[in-house]
């Protein structure tokens, strides 16, 4: 249950990054197969990161953070899907054309205009997700806009780029991954920030990913597509949800944030007035309390000290009750803190911090707290933090505790957070600035001419609204058209009804619900293409089957790979009669087993006397005994019809 | 003070034709912070790049806001205002190297290649870090390693480098020597360090203290870059390693874990782009560097004492001298004997050759060879095959050659073999001294034995070979 938020009022405003992994044959910038994943390894490599200073003499922000973990970074390699250009021990090979020309297609669909000459840049990422520590990625296309409810979202780019590596473990200094997706093309369309509620976020999502279906060049299934939400209220900054598997997650994601961000708003307000105003104001101080704690049952903290650590306690001036202050729903600033000390200061046992007011139940508990009080000369309006494990780790945790105290008089720190399950977030990283970015020298530019544009504007697939609102006037169901765009059906559906002269509405149903229904009880009706599904609509327009077999032959050649229409008709027994044979075979059907409305045991006498019995029935049951054994050769409809008339006949009779 | 268009001198730096009028027509340059609109009304807020001078005369590099460089075509561009202007000055801040007395005094001479740079994000222009206060900024380790003065010889690439340099080079390292440093580090591109590895081997003997070439095989601006490492570990071996040779210091493993210090005269670089690419060939490495300590406390593990140690009353042998008039000939079949006599003719007085086997060229090739030989060249026979000796009293074809006066010569590398004939024609032409001089090792350039472990390439794919990998980092 999410609690009423104004989100006007808090002056809410979101965009998206769209990730979308792109249906190639290689990977971006070698010729590894891509989309082949591997759970097991040939060989491993150990690589660290170290940050590049910008001629000012500054690192980037989330550069230092990365180097300040000095994390040991284990690479996991296949030699089936990883050459020596992901391993960084290669420059890469020349950008794959067939991405470029993917990514022009989402462009046009987008109604962008396409970059002329494309430069590759590189992104630089220290969190050892790529070996090279960045990213390559280009500009394609710039400055389009999708049609969004009675308005319009801006696409502002769609740049093209690697994947990363797949996390396998982040324990303390060590950080795991696995190279299987590196390298695998991907689209990154950033909009602008024109949405402005959770609903609409989702929405919008649910649109790029229709976008990208709809031209049948992109790959699907888990972990295909990502989405990034960037959010901002009014007064706070603008902070990175990565990692949005679907489009319902984002709903809780973006509500949540809001709150947290208009939390920390007040927690500012009630930190200035508090006096605490400007960085210098927080003041930490630490002290060892490894004595205190070696005899508290506390498992986390006993193994920290058995293996060599520390507890410490931070004091921190100031800031009493604080850490108690509500951030997300159903957490408090406490847990903003605990982040930090967890991904800077690689301590991630929980409870990772412990403040006075979080301290567990333990026996004692009342004594050590005084200890711990006295021992770090404990002040009204401070409070005490505690953390644990090895001693320069500890040391990191309080200058981190110190920075996002500080960051909180500021209101809302610019940061990159994860999503979790539930809609709620944790912190990743500083948000990484645009200058993180240079040219890759090791690639040359890439022009795309007019001519190219042209060509793949000839051959682009209508756009999915439209197609959309063509489904809707031929009065096919809303689920049924978003159905049949996200799985790659509608391409089908408009070259059967372009090919065959069949009804709009009956193609889309057939493929869009009844082969559904068939896929769900086990038939591999994917395995039919176009030309499949032409063939069947070609035997229905031709008036060889009936609208009724139409699945039973798609059935047919989805279990039998190589038949044609025509075979497979036969085979299924389902060829169309001739008018003249199931009249005559309608005509023999009897009321023979007719029962009415009589129950059970009584005899049927005088049709037209008996309770309960009507023409609707009688109907009802002589239908029902014809396509027995009519089955699909002939059409029910016109079966019922002809029925009716006779069942008239015979009344007026 | 913006300086007036028309001042700014590099303002068209590598745009000409077509998208130059364009810039004139607009006033705008390269650095130039500019908004240009094109014919589809998208905006692009930067600034102007400099062109690469191969690229087409057609587009406009801008480095956009968001960080990211396009390519914009000129005829496509309606409007171009120029927002301001700030020319890039590629200037790192000095920061002093930190002194400290107790630490010893390492030279790094610097002949080209970019051991360790930084960044200017508002162009994407990697900027070289050299000076000590520079290296500082970038590597801040050294300074927990030794004091470190630096000096630029040169900036050439290194498949640049030549006798010139060469000499240049031997010379400053023996006045480095006479001012007493503990030890020199050379910063070099790596496609031809071993090269220079040889040939400085000739040109300084018996130093008193380290020579230690560094350089880096992932160009030093990015964070994967072993240029760090190697750089750190090369001043540590110069400052504190106990052989007072010729070496390379690069990765060991692919991964970030040791650099390995190969002697000069046995090293090659034995792939085009792999972090461990350098290789002993024919025996093993002379130590293994860590940047952490092992667990005896020391930064070396020495898989040999066959080395010269070091020795600061010992005075060294500089010799620059080179005779450019040498070549190396890879042989192959139908190697046609008119390159002889063509080499013979152009006044060549060296050949090495890179023969094949145990060091053998074809028979059409033998008159050739004995005119080249009777006109006072010298001849001298490698094998291409890299590890293993010539050989040639095995079979007739090497006797044939050796009655010819052909020079045999062991297991020289072909490449440390050119440097060494070009060094010993530069001192005499007498053939009996020059012989005695070549078939003499100096330093380890051939060797009376190669042990079991001297050849070791594996082969991926073997279940042995993959189960032993599979158990190590990379």
């Not at chain 1, 409305?597 to 014809?626: N, V």
């Not at chain 2, 940047?291 to 140690?309: H, I, M, N, V, W």
Request: aromatic fraction near 8%.
């Amino acid at each position: 249950m999410m609690e009423r938020f104004d989100y006007q009022a808090a002056g809410l405003i979101s965009g998206l990054e769209v990730h979308q992994q792109l249906l190639t044959e290689h990977k971006l910038f070698c010729r590894c197969p891509a989309g082949m994943y591997t759970t097991t390894h040939d060989g491993e490599m150990l690589r660290h990161m170290r940050p590049t200073l910008s001629e000012l003499g500054v690192y980037d922000g989330t550069a230092l953070m990365e180097f300040k973990t000095k994390k040991e970074i284990i690479y996991l390699l296949n030699h089936k899907n990883v050459c020596t250009y992901e391993m960084d021990d290669t420059p890469p090979f020349l950008v794959n054309q067939q991405a470029i020309d993917i990514a022009i297609d989402l462009c046009l669909t987008m109604n962008m205009d396409i970059i002329d000459e494309v430069h590759i840049a590189r992104k630089q990422y220290l969190d050892g997700s790529i070996p090279t520590g960045f990213q390559r990625t280009a500009i394609v296309g710039v400055n389009g806009w999708l049609p969004f409810k009675d308005r319009r979202i801006t696409i502002t780019h769609l740049s093209v780029e690697e994947d990363s590596c797949r996390e396998v473990s982040d324990q303390g200094h060590r950080i795991v991954w696995r190279t299987d997706r590196l390298g695998m093309p991907l689209t990154e369309t950033v909009t602008g920030p024109d949405l402005r509620t959770p609903e609409e976020v989702r929405d919008a999502i649910v649109l790029c990913g229709l976008v990208a279906r709809n031209t049948g060049r992109v790959r699907t299934g888990m972990g295909a597509s990502r989405q990034d939400i960037n959010v901002s209220v009014r007064g706070g900054s603008r902070v990175e949800i990565k990692g949005v598997p679907r489009a319902g997650y984002a709903v809780k994601l973006v509500h949540n944030e809001a709150v947290r961000q208009s939390n920390l708003l007040k927690l500012r307000d009630e930190m200035r007035a508090r006096g605490l105003r400007e960085a210098g104001h927080i003041r930490v101080h630490t002290y060892d309390v490894s004595d205190i704690f070696g005899q508290v049952e506390l498992g986390a903290v006993r193994r920290a000290l058995q293996s060599g650590g520390r507890v410490v306690a931070i004091r921190t001036e100031g800031v009493a009750g604080l850490a108690q202050w509500p951030t997300q729903p159903h957490t408090r600033f406490l847990d903003e803190l605990s982040g930090r000390v967890r991904v800077i200061a690689c301590l991630d046992q929980p409870p990772i911090v412990l403040s006075e007011d979080s301290m567990p139940e333990f026996p004692h508990r009342h004594k050590v707290i005084e200890r711990v009080r006295k021992r770090v000369r404990q002040g009204e309006n401070d409070d005490f933090f505690i953390v644990f494990g090895p001693e320069e780790d500890c040391r990191t945790a309080a200058e981190e505790i110190r920075n996002r105290f500080a960051d909180a008089l500021e209101g809302v720190p610019k940061e990159t957070r994860q999503a979790l399950f539930g809609g709620y977030t944790t912190f990743e990283r500083i948000l990484p600035g645009p200058d993180r970015m240079y040219p890759d020298t090791d690639s040359p530019a890439s022009r795309i001419t007019p001519e190219r544009v042209a060509a793949a504007r000839a051959r682009l697939r209508p756009a999915p609204w439209e197609r959309i609102a063509r489904y809707l006037s031929w009065r096919v169901p809303e689920e049924t058209a978003h159905y049949l765009l996200r799985r790659g059906g509608a391409e089908i559906v408009d070259a059967v009804v372009e090919r065959t002269g069949v009804d709009g509405l009956v193609a889309a149903i057939e493929i869009g619900q009844r082969a559904k229904a068939l896929a769900r009880e086990g038939v591999p009706v994917k395995n039919l293409d176009t030309n499949a599904w032409v063939g069947i609509f070609d035997l229905l327009t031709d008036g060889r089957i009936t609208r009724e077999a139409v699945p039973l032959v798609a059935g047919e050649m989805a279990k039998n790979p190589g038949l044609s229409a025509e075979q497979a008709c036969l085979a299924a027994g389902v060829e169309a009669m001739p008018r003249s044979e199931w009249m005559a075979q309608a005509e023999e059907v009897g009321m023979n087993g007719y029962r009415g409305g009589l129950r059970h045991g009584r005899t049927l006498e005088s049709p037209a006397t008996i309770k309960g019995d009507t023409e609707e029935k009688r109907l009802r049951f002589l239908a029902g005994e014809a396509m027995k054994r009519l089955g699909a050769r002939a059409p029910a409809r016109e079966v019922v019809d002809y029925l009716r008339e006779k069942v008239t006949r015979e009344v007026n009779q | 003070m913006t300086p007036n268009y028309e001042d700014r001198d590099d303002r068209f730096q590598g745009y000409r034709g077509r998208v130059r009028e364009v810039l004139e027509k607009f006033r705008i340059g390269v650095w130039s912070e500019v908004e240009i609109r094109n014919d589809e009304g998208s905006v692009f807020t930067g600034v102007v790049l400099p062109r690469n001078e191969t690229a087409d005369p057609l587009h406009v590099v801008v480095k956009l806001t968001n960080g990211y460089n396009v390519g914009l075509h000129a005829d496509r561009i309606v409007v171009a205002k120029e927002l301001g202007y700030r020319k890039a000055v590629y200037k790192i801040p000095e920061k002093d190297f930190p002194f400290d007395p107790k630490k010893k005094q390492v030279t790094l001479l610097g002949t080209g290649g970019t051991i360790a740079s930084r960044l200017d994000y508002r162009t994407g222009a990697v900027i070289p870090a050299f000076t000590p206060g520079e290296l500082y900024g970038a590597v801040p380790e050294l300074a927990d390693i030794a004091n470190l003065t630096t000096k630029k010889l040169f900036g050439v690439f290194s498949e640049n480098m030549g006798p010139e340099q060469y000499k240049a080079l031997a010379i400053a390292i023996g006045k480095e020597i006479e001012k007493g440093v503990d030890g020199i580090v050379v910063g070099h591109g790596t496609d031809t360090m071993s090269h220079t590895g040889a040939i400085l081997s000739f040109m300084v003997q018996n130093s008193p203290v380290p020579i230690v070439l560094v350089g880096s095989q992932r160009s030093s601006d990015r964070p994967s870059s072993d240029a760090a490492l190697n750089l750190m570990n090369g001043v540590r071996t110069a400052a504190e390693c106990d052989i007072a040779e010729v070496v390379l210091c690069m990765f060991g493993p692919t991964s970030d874990n040791y650099d390995l210090l190969h002697r000069g005269t046995r090293c090659r670089k034995m792939h085009s782009s792999y972090r461990s690419t350098f290789r002993t060939i024919g025996t093993t490495p002379l130590a293994m560097v860590s940047p952490k300590p092992y667990e005896d406390g020391r930064y070396f593990k020495y898989l040999t004492d066959d080395f010269l140690p070091r020795d600061k009353s010992r005075k060294p042998q500089i010799t620059p001298v080179f005779e450019e008039k040498v070549t190396i000939q890879y042989y192959y079949p139908n190697f046609n004997p008119d390159i002889i006599d063509a080499l013979s003719a152009a006044g060549y007085r060296g050949i090495v050759i890179a023969g094949t086997g145990l060091g053998h060229v074809n028979k059409p090739l033998y008159p050739a060879l004995r005119r080249a030989i009777a006109k006072g060249m010298t001849i001298v026979m490698t094998v291409q095959t890299l590890w293993g000796y010539a050989q040639m009293y095995v079979y007739d074809t090497g006797r044939d050659l050796l009655d010819l006066g052909i020079i045999p010569l062991d297991n020289m590398l072909p490449e440390v073999a050119y440097m060494k004939l070009a060094w010993v024609l530069g001192q005499t032409d007498d053939p009996k001294r020059i012989r005695q001089m070549l078939t003499t090792p100096i330093n380890h350039e051939t060797t009376p034995r190669e042990p079991h472990n001297g050849y070791l390439i594996m082969q991926g794919g073997l279940p042995e070979v993959e189960a032993f990998i599979g158990q190590h980092w990379k």
